[in-house]
């Protein structure tokens, strides 16, 4: 979406991919080794908490009313290039302004909820590996 609509993304949208490729490397290593260990789906489980978490943020920041968004900062290029890493890290998780506009949705929904769609269903099959696992951790 970002090179095809060319939709940039905000700090949240950043950080939701960040979790959604961590899940998909946990869910390779787990193929790679042994899928039955029990820390793989934990693992993933975990990352799907978090990234939904995200997600959450975003949804909430953009439920807000135009008077309560919070205001826009820089851009991320120009925050990794000037600021220190714990202040844009810091940028990237609280969100902001940019992280409030729906500038692209379907049936009525954001890409923050399908993220958390995407997030919530990880969940749950992480879930159903981690019953389905013989192995302990």
Same mark, same amino acid.
């Given at each position: 979406?970002?090179?095809? /609509? =060319? !939709?940039?993304?905000?700090?949240?949208? @950043?950080?939701?991919?960040?979790?959604?490729?961590? *899940?998909?490397? *946990?869910?390779?290593?787990?193929?790679?080794?042994?899928?039955?260990?029990? *820390?793989?789906?934990?693992?993933?489980? =975990?990352?799907?908490?978090?990234?939904?978490?995200?997600?959450?943020?975003? /949804?909430?920041?953009?439920? /807000?009313?135009?008077?309560?968004?919070?205001?826009?900062?820089?851009?991320?290029?120009? @925050?990794?290039?000037?600021?220190? !890493?714990?202040?844009?890290?810091?940028? @990237?998780? @609280?969100?902001?302004?940019?992280?409030?506009?729906?500038?692209?949705?379907?049936?009525?929904?954001?890409?923050?909820?399908?993220?958390? !769609?995407?997030?919530?269903? =990880?969940?749950?099959?992480? *879930?159903?590996?981690?019953?389905?696992?013989?192995?302990?951790?």
């Amino acid at each position: 979406m970002e090179h095809i /609509l =060319l !939709l940039d993304p905000c700090p949240l949208c @950043m950080m939701q991919r960040v979790w959604f490729i961590q *899940i998909g490397l *946990i869910a390779c290593l787990g193929i790679a080794t042994n899928p039955r260990l029990r *820390i793989y789906p934990l693992l993933s489980f =975990l990352g799907a908490l978090t990234g939904g978490g995200f997600s959450i943020r975003q /949804l909430y920041l953009q439920s /807000l009313p135009p008077d309560e968004v919070p205001l826009c900062g820089p851009d991320l290029a120009y @925050m990794l290039d000037v600021f220190p !890493l714990g202040d844009t890290l810091s940028a @990237m998780v @609280m969100g902001g302004g940019s992280c409030a506009q729906v500038d692209w949705s379907f049936l009525g929904l954001s890409i923050a909820a399908y993220a958390l !769609l995407g997030f919530v269903t =990880l969940a749950a099959l992480s *879930i159903a590996q981690w019953k389905s696992s013989t192995v302990p951790i």
